[in-house]
């Protein structure tokens, strides 16, 4: 079985300090790097969120609860990065480095099927819908999928194509997703079902429960 790199979990919800200069650093190294034109978060974000990390660090024996909630968001929006990275890198160890990240040991292909994809949350402004997945081990990408018509009309065959039936043709479709991705151009005031697909070597995951929502000005 094949071998890839991917970005090693080095931050850790037990110590505000470490993420915090995770963040700096990603931050730094993701400013004007090539190889990353598109990340989930910008540069800037990830740079202002190590200090908000710094800040509650600093003043988490008077606020325990604002160090904590800020270290899970500074944590969530390490992951989403990180599986970015992991996905364009190409399984190159030097590309994941440029962005500031630590690489695994390689770890062997996945041989089973992925779980179901669980949609986090939806949320939807400016005629665009955000949508964050909750990230999976042993996942290499999602597709999400923005449709009309009944729940019945996306299923999947043979743990490998996705089919949409006559009539629900997707409003957009992402192939290549990570767990943090946003859908434009849809149009306003429609409702618009979501359904999302984990993908490894193996094949896909089944269909994460269809979630809808309302496109929003």
Same mark, same amino acid.
């Given at each position: 079985?094949?071998?890839?790199?991917?970005v090693?979990d080095?931050?850790?919800?037990?110590n505000?300090?470490?993420?915090?200069?995770?963040?700096?650093?990603?931050?730094t190294?993701?400013?004007?790097?090539a190889?990353y034109?598109?990340?989930?978060h910008?540069?800037?974000?990830?740079?202002?969120q190590?200090?908000?990390?710094?800040?509650?660090?600093?003043?988490?024996?008077?606020?325990?609860d604002?160090?904590?909630s800020?270290?899970?968001?500074?944590?969530?929006?390490?992951?989403e990065?990180?599986?970015y990275?992991?996905?364009?890198?190409?399984?190159?160890?030097a590309k994941?480095?440029?962005?500031?990240?630590?690489n695994?040991?390689t770890e062997r292909?996945p041989?089973?099927?992925?779980?179901?994809?669980?949609?986090?949350?939806l949320?939807s402004?400016?005629? @665009? #819908?955000? $949508?964050q997945i909750?990230?999976? &081990? %042993?996942?290499?990408?999602? =597709? /999400?999928i923005?449709? +009309?018509g009944?729940?019945?009309?996306?299923?999947?065959?043979?743990n490998?194509?996705?089919?949409?039936a006559a009539?629900?043709?997707?409003?957009?479709?992402?192939?290549?997703?990570?767990?943090?991705?946003?859908?434009?151009?849809?149009?306003?005031?429609?409702g618009? @079902? #979501?359904? $999302?697909?984990?993908?490894?070597? &193996? %094949?896909?995951?089944?269909? =994460? /429960?269809?979630?809808? +929502?309302?496109?929003?000005?």
């Amino acid at each position: 079985m094949s071998l890839k790199p991917k970005v090693k979990d080095t931050w850790t919800r037990k110590n505000g300090l470490i993420t915090a200069g995770i963040l700096s650093n990603v931050g730094t190294e993701m400013l004007n790097n090539a190889a990353y034109p598109n990340p989930p978060h910008t540069p800037a974000a990830i740079t202002a969120q190590g200090v908000v990390c710094l800040n509650a660090y600093n003043n988490r024996k008077a606020d325990k609860d604002v160090y904590d909630s800020t270290l899970i968001d500074s944590c969530t929006m390490l992951t989403e990065v990180g599986e970015y990275v992991t996905l364009n890198c190409g399984e190159d160890v030097a590309k994941i480095h440029s962005a500031g990240f630590e690489n695994t040991a390689t770890e062997r292909t996945p041989s089973v099927l992925p779980g179901q994809a669980v949609i986090k949350d939806l949320t939807s402004k400016n005629g @665009n #819908i955000v $949508v964050q997945i909750i990230p999976m &081990a %042993g996942v290499e990408k999602y =597709s /999400i999928i923005a449709f +009309v018509g009944a729940e019945a009309a996306v299923t999947l065959s043979n743990n490998k194509q996705i089919n949409i039936a006559a009539g629900a043709a997707p409003i957009s479709f992402i192939a290549n997703a990570t767990s943090h991705e946003t859908l434009s151009g849809l149009p306003l005031g429609a409702g618009i @079902n #979501i359904k $999302v697909f984990a993908h490894n070597a &193996a %094949g896909t995951g089944p269909a =994460s /429960i269809t979630r809808s +929502v309302f496109v929003q000005n």
